[in-house]
């Protein structure tokens, strides 16, 4: 079983740190084999940023993404530079407040930044609970390993804030039917 | 972890205890991780004003006793190349780290390549020899990487880890042992001259301040380290000792894996590739593909070629336009095909299987 | 140790030098500092680039660098730098030092290191037959500036200065009673110490100057140093410094943090 998802965004949403967070809740915490991998260069930073994360229960030979099967799409900018490829099979998670068009794959719409704003007053908690929503919905990885990998990866005295936006996201993926 | 940062845990690993760098996308992040570890750990970091000074500063740290380091890409390889020439003269054990980019010039800095495959073993002027590293996983990130350090201690030259931007930069799990094996430069045995090479073709190392007084130049020298710059019979003796110190080892210390050796179409790789080559094999399981996957490019362990007795053709995938596949055809009389591929992407498995003729 | 004889390697005599040429003065100045010092032999490093004057750590008998061109200050970092307990002393020459290898100076300088950098200026590349060079005097003749140089003249002492040296002080090869004193301060002093050292060259540059004998050119030197309290005199009076002279003195000596000191010589 090979899971290939891709991220999109714009610089500073978090996207490349969603990645890191998936591949190291699939890694570490689901003991799965995972790369990630990104668009790495001064487009990335204001432009669509982009952030990929191929799960495997084998040893990952080629680590790029080919056919992702899961898209994460943050940004308007990200859904016309690689949503709008996605194939007839992929599903898709978009941020309903940010991402106007809608694919022609299977796709759920996520309020992410809405809810980061407004129910946690802090926006930059968004890829969180996208994140949150990605597991819920499609559980490429687990709860706990997702859970575990958040706490890994986010600053002191702020855990608590990304543990609600992970709760969030959970329930926002719970009626999310890709 | 980063591939970067998985190349520096394996140097802090295998003792490297000075660092000389100068920022370069896409290889700081190796500078950065030593910047943050090698003060604590009671070691020195340095930044120089270039890379010119970067690797002059490690030369030095080695004569002093340092195991050292520096990381670059294509731009500033390209500088370090004068002082390249001087630690193979000095037999000097550096570990240089090339986390390749697209060139010439300052061409992609953010997109992969394996442009500089040719320059590591010819860059420097003069003749001589070298070794290469080149990791395609980021676990080999780490362990190539506290490889490196050995086999510059023991042969007494510069070795290259040849990695580039794709496996710089991408995340996998890595699995840091609870030691490495670390075998330091032979000492100079009392009673021999300062460069006066043992059994094995390799002097044992003269450390400053151990009471050796030895003088070390780039000039050819004699066995004392003194000049003799018009005596044709010692530089050329020297400079042969130089090569074949490293060049009659090469199959000892070659470092690769062979897949399918029956097989008629073979792959040959270093690097990222290997790993498109390991996913076609996987996707079309059914079709007879051999792979040779190159851990050590230089010196070039070309009888590795006869583990492939049926192969009725090499396809040689590489991230530049060929250079590689032209060192293989040298060493056989079957067909190499050449599939470069240059622009920042690597090949994907679908490009492979069409190059065997396949029709996907 | 009673003699700088026993810190020459002697079994590399004789040495290339020219006849007449500067150098072996500079290095005999030098090592009558190190004696003074009371350094050890062992525990001194001679570090040197390109050039005429960087083959001078090859007739001392330490451990000793000779290395690429421009880069010995990059070279002495590192040796520096791993080993702070080593007495570092870095020969250098004008064209090594503030051509090709200016910004290591300026750097090396910056961050103020803690090592002796000795740079024999002769105002021309002498082992490569006589080229102008950063500090090859206005109208002076060299092989490529056959009609007189007529770029400005780098003053290596006031860059050491300005680039953040603890110690910078310049003398002549005629004056070597202060020249010793200068480095031995330098050797004292943590921190980056740059002493430089005018030096004769009859052949690449007194040969096309005017200046054919060792001794023309130890009075060139000895009558166009000024010194630098009679040069600020001078100045203050409006009067300026005649072409072709050139200030000599300490030009600065301070105690800025430095980098490489070992903490008990704090």
Request: charged fraction near 20%.
């Amino acid at each position: 079983m090979r899971n290939e998802v891709l991220f999109s965004g714009f610089g500073g949403q978090g996207i490349i740190l969603s990645a890191v967070i998936l591949g190291r809740a699939a890694a570490i915490y689901d003991n799965k084999f995972a790369v990630q991998t990104q668009v790495y260069g001064p487009e990335a930073r204001g432009g669509a940023s982009m952030s990929a994360v191929i799960i495997e229960d084998e040893e990952v030979l080629y680590p790029k993404v080919r056919n992702p099967d899961i898209y994460v799409i943050m940004s308007q900018q990200g859904f016309e530079k690689y949503g709008v490829n996605a194939g007839a099979k992929a599903r898709m998670l978009l941020d309903s407040g940010l991402v106007f068009s809608r694919p022609e794959c299977r796709y759920a719409e996520v309020p992410a930044t809405e809810t980061a704003k407004k129910d946690l007053g802090r926006v930059i908690v968004a890829n969180i609970i996208m994140l949150g929503a990605l597991v819920t919905a499609t559980e490429v990885v687990s709860k706990a390993a997702i859970e575990m990998a958040v706490m890994d990866s986010v600053p002191k005295g702020t855990e608590q804030l990304n543990m609600d936006a992970l709760n969030a996201g959970f329930g926002l993926g719970e009626n999310c039917e890709v | 972890m980063q591939g970067n940062i998985a190349c520096a845990e394996g140097a802090l690993a295998a003792g490297c205890s000075f660092f000389g760098g100068y920022p370069i996308t896409p290889s700081t992040e190796v500078a950065e991780h030593m910047a943050r570890i090698l003060p604590k750990k009671g070691g020195t970091f340095i930044q120089m004003e270039d890379e010119l000074a970067s690797i002059s500063s490690i030369i030095g740290a080695s004569w002093a006793g340092a195991r050292s380091m520096t990381a670059t890409s294509g731009p500033g390889f390209s500088l370090m190349m004068e002082n390249i020439g001087y630690a193979v003269m000095t037999e000097t054990p550096i570990v240089i780290v090339n986390i390749q980019r697209g060139g010439p010039s300052t061409g992609q800095p953010t997109m992969g390549a394996q442009g500089d495959m040719m320059q590591c073993r010819f860059g420097s002027h003069g003749d001589y020899s070298t070794i290469a590293l080149v990791p395609s996983t980021v676990q080999e990130m780490f362990d190539l990487t506290a490889k490196a350090f050995n086999l510059a201690d023991r042969f007494r030259c510069p070795v290259f880890l040849m990695s580039d931007e794709i496996i710089g930069h991408m995340r996998e799990k890595v699995t840091i042992p609870e030691e490495v094996d670390i075998i330091r430069r032979r000492p100079l045995k009392e009673g021999k001259l300062p460069f006066e090479p043992e059994d094995d073709m390799i002097p044992g190392f003269p450390e400053f301040g151990k009471g050796y007084r030895v003088h070390v130049t780039g000039l050819t020298h004699d066995e004392r380290g003194y000049p003799e710059a018009t005596n044709c019979e010692l530089h050329s003796e020297l400079v042969t000792r130089l090569v074949n110190k490293i060049e009659s080892k090469r199959h000892e210390i070659a470092d690769y894996d062979i897949i399918n050796p029956q097989a008629e179409i073979v792959f040959i790789t270093y690097g990222p590739p290997g790993r498109a080559v390991r996913q076609l094999m996987h996707d079309y399981s059914d079709l007879e593909i051999g792979h040779l996957n190159l851990r050590i490019v230089w010196p070039f362990p070309e009888k590795v070629l006869k583990e492939f007795p049926n192969a009725s053709k090499f396809i040689v995938p590489e991230l530049n336009m060929g250079q590689m596949a032209r060192e293989i055809q040298r060493h056989t009389s079957i067909e190499v095909e050449s599939l470069p591929k240059i622009g920042g992407e690597m090949h994907t498995p679908d490009e492979l299987f069409r190059a065997m003729g396949g029709d996907s | 140790m009673k003699s700088v004889e026993d810190w020459y390697r002697h079994d590399r005599m004789p040495h290339i030098f020219c006849t007449g040429c500067g150098n072996g003065t500079v290095i005999n100045c030098t090592l009558e500092a190190v004696m003074q010092m009371g350094w050890d032999i062992d525990n001194t490093i001679f570090i040197s680039g390109i050039g005429c004057s960087s083959r001078s750590p090859g007739y001392i008998t330490t451990d000793s660098l000779h290395t690429t061109h421009g880069r010995a200050l990059a070279f002495a970092t590192g040796v520096k730098l791993a080993k702070p307990e080593f007495d570092v002393v870095v020969f250098t020459g004008d064209g090594d030092l503030s051509a090709i290898g200016g910004n290591h100076f300026i750097h090396a300088c910056r961050r103020n290191i803690n090592m002796t950098v000795i740079c024999m200026n002769n105002m021309i590349y002498g082992m490569t037959g006589g080229q102008g060079s950063p500090c090859t005097p206005a109208g002076a003749i060299s092989t490529t500036t056959p009609y007189g140089a007529t770029e400005p003249v780098f003053d290596l002492a006031r860059l050491a200065e300005a680039s953040g040296a603890n110690y910078s002080a310049r003398w002549t090869a005629y004056h070597v009673k202060e020249l010793t004193k200068a480095i031995k301060v330098g050797m004292e002093i943590p921190g980056f110490s740059f002493i430089e050292a005018m030096t004769q060259c009859p052949t690449s540059y007194g040969r096309r100057n005017k200046l054919r004998t060792t001794t023309s050119m130890l009075e060139y030197m000895r009558d166009n140093a000024v010194l630098l309290n009679k040069a600020k005199r001078m100045e203050a009076e409006g009067r300026e410094l005649s072409p072709g002279r050139f200030t000599v003195g300490e030009f600065v000596k301070r105690f800025r943090p430095a980098l490489g000191v070992v903490k008990d010589e704090e």
